[in-house]
């Protein structure tokens, strides 16, 4: 184990890493931190949840110069919620030292965001069309920028967002580092990566598998028309503290969630035609809570930290891999374990096959769970609140009134009578669900027509600006 101390980091970053409780390097910042420092281009590559952020956070910091009123530091993601919050954790690390760190992403008001940039931010993290925005309008000067990091880079590299990278480079100086890190990193894309690079060194985490190991895989398969069914049974059983149900499309997500809620969970849907207010009031009820299922398209796929999350569910199956490995990666972060629970239909098996090719890891088998299931995870959740209220709570209060009701009714009676008050049963409330079409067997390398990603949210944005 490496300690940050031994990278020879300046006090005021010492001080900032440690008031964020972090008192180890994860593998990857201790191997790309040195990298960064001595000014190599890098593409580090390591499991979801593993400090990717901070490995090129800490030197992007430690290399900015306070004193010069010029942005020196420019950090693209895919999507707002990640500009967003990649933002925090750069002003974090730059606290104590007093780094000026700007999110500018689509969506929030333009004129801020130019009173913002007049206030001299020394790095900025943005979203790729906003970016250039700015650029365009000269309220975003990147003269005197020494390093780019893509986050998430082979989603930024490929096909939707190729454009607007090479558009943003242009500016940049050719003299720069240029730091790429992401948990997956397919080879084609490797290639166009290295293009924009100088020398860069590849650093891999070795892992057996591309998913993390405290992240527990099953699948199920389960007919279109029963999916739903199926996921209000696993949530019953399982209680997630918070979860995350991805769905194929935007309609899928919003159909999703109002079933979720006719049915009386707490969920709301997060994808790309919803405002932006609304997408960040969902996301902040999310971390907050108040609400405990967040229905979500593969925008929130990628790099978003969420603590709290233990389940996943693949409502619908990712359209490759890689969103398999990102989405299931939204669990069992900076190693805390985590389930996720895939749905395949059965002319969808193969997909699966794919995905586990890939990651080198076998989802386990799991039964789908029939409705007694239900009624007794539900029925195990009552029966812990009350253990808890018990051992917990001073019942005095309540004490007379059980005497005289065990004077005329059994014990067993009466604890049965508790439970099943306390029991949700199982809702089999009608909803109805647009059915998807399976995936096709044989696909293009990327995204079908109707799915959302980050990169087809950005083309449809393109249009409506034109
Ligand atoms: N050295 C560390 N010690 C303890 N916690 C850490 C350390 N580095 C990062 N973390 C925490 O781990 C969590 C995951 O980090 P981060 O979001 O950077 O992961 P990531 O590798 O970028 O994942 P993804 O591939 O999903 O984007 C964050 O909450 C972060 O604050
Ligand atoms: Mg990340």
């Not at 405002?275 to 809570?289: I, T």
């Not at 969420?306 to 693949?314: A, D, L, M, R």
Request: glycine letters at 6%.
């Amino acid at each position: 184990m490496t300690t940050f101390q031994e990278l020879g980091l300046s006090n005021e970053l010492m001080k900032a890493i440690s008031r964020m409780g972090f008192e180890e390097t994860t593998p990857i910042q201790a191997k790309t931190i040195p990298l960064s420092l001595q000014n190599k281009d890098v593409i580090g590559q390591a499991q979801t949840g593993t400090g990717k952020t901070a490995a090129f956070g800490i030197p992007l910091i430690e290399k900015v110069d306070v004193k010069k009123e010029a942005v020196q530091g420019l950090v693209v993601a895919p999507t707002r919620e990640l500009a967003i919050q990649v933002s925090e954790e750069l002003y974090k690390i730059g606290a104590v030292k007093r780094v000026r760190v700007l999110p500018i992403y689509g969506g929030q008001d333009i004129e801020r965001q130019i009173r913002a940039l007049k206030k001299h931010p020394h790095i900025i993290v943005g979203t790729p069309g906003r970016i250039i925005d700015h650029i365009n309008r000269k309220t975003l000067r990147l003269e005197q920028v020494h390093t780019v990091v893509l986050d998430e880079a082979d989603e930024m590299l490929n096909m939707g967002f190729i454009d607007d990278i090479e558009a943003i480079l242009s500016n940049v100086p050719k003299q720069r580092q240029t730091l790429l890190f992401s948990a997956t990193m397919p080879e084609p894309i490797r290639r166009i990566a290295e293009r924009f690079m100088n020398d860069p060194q590849l650093v891999k985490v070795k892992a057996k598998e591309m998913t993390v190991p405290n992240i527990q895989q099953y699948y199920l398969e389960v007919q279109e028309k029963k999916k739903f069914d199926i996921l209000t049974r696993l949530l019953d059983i399982q209680a997630p503290e918070l979860a995350i149900v991805f769905g194929r499309t935007k309609r899928r997500v919003d159909e999703l969630a109002e079933a979720l809620n006719l049915r009386g969970y707490a969920a709301e849907g997060i994808h790309g035609d919803l405002s932006q207010a609304k997408r960040l009031s969902v996301l902040r009820k999310f971390k907050e809570g108040a609400i405990e299922i967040l229905v979500a398209t593969d925008v929130a796929a990628r790099g978003l930290d969420i603590s709290g999350v233990t389940h996943v569910y693949n409502f619908d199956i990712p359209q490759d891999p890689e969103s398999y490995v990102h989405r299931i990666g939204r669990t069992g972060r900076a190693g805390k374990t985590g389930v996720a629970m895939t749905f395949v239909t059965p002319r969808e098996i193969g997909q699966l096959h794919n995905i586990e090719r890939t990651t080198k890891r076998k989802m386990e088998r799991m039964k789908p769970p029939t409705l007694d299931e239900a009624l007794e995870g539900q029925q195990r959740i009552a029966v812990e609140k009350l253990v808890n209220v018990v051992e917990s709570e001073n019942l005095s209060f309540y004490k007379r009134a059980a005497e005289e009701l065990l004077e005329e009714h059994d014990s067993v009676s009466l604890v049965a009578a508790c439970i099943k008050m306390l029991t949700k049963e199982p809702d089999t409330t009608p909803v109805r669900l647009t059915e998807e079409p399976p995936l096709p067997v044989k696909r293009e390398k990327k995204r079908g027509n109707r799915a959302e990603g980050p990169f087809r949210e950005r083309a449809k944005k393109r249009r409506v600006a034109r």
